[in-house]
């Protein structure tokens, strides 16, 4: 759209983008089948999060080669006044509204993400 790739879990109404807007259902799904947020399709054990103020941004997971074309094209995560970072994630690294995050989990909304706290026996 416009020139840019819309992320699958970009709001589109009508063929209209609702840049900044997320599909709630397509979230949900990105959360219970570990998808990635960017084109949709399941992500390797070993995935990437947005990250934002210590927060998880959209509460989904990307895979590396997405998130690197999403922090170059997208308007919405390139704001100076908000940088993002990228952080390595795989399931075991979630918390799902404070819970352990289980792939597969059947919550029927989309969870907030956030990382575990690492202790010193992890990685
Ligand atoms: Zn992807």
Redesign the pocket.
């Known amino acids: 759209m416009d020139g840019l790739p819309v992320p699958w879990i970009t709001l589109v109404i009508a063929g209209q983008v609702w840049w900044g807007h997320l599909h709630g259902e397509r979230r949900r799904l990105c959360q219970q089948d570990w998808l990635?947020q960017?084109?949709g399709?399941l992500l390797p054990d070993s995935a990437a999060v947005f990250v934002a103020d210590g927060r998880i941004v959209s509460d989904t997971a990307?895979?590396r080669?997405?998130a690197a074309l999403a922090l170059t094209v997208c308007p919405v995560l390139s704001r100076p006044q908000r940088p993002m970072a990228l952080a390595t994630a795989e399931s075991d690294d979630l918390l799902a509204d404070g819970v352990p995050y289980r792939r597969g989990g059947h919550l029927g909304y989309a969870a907030r993400w956030s990382l575990r706290p690492r202790d010193r026996d992890r990685r």
């Open positions: 990635c960017v084109c399709l990307v895979h080669r997405c």
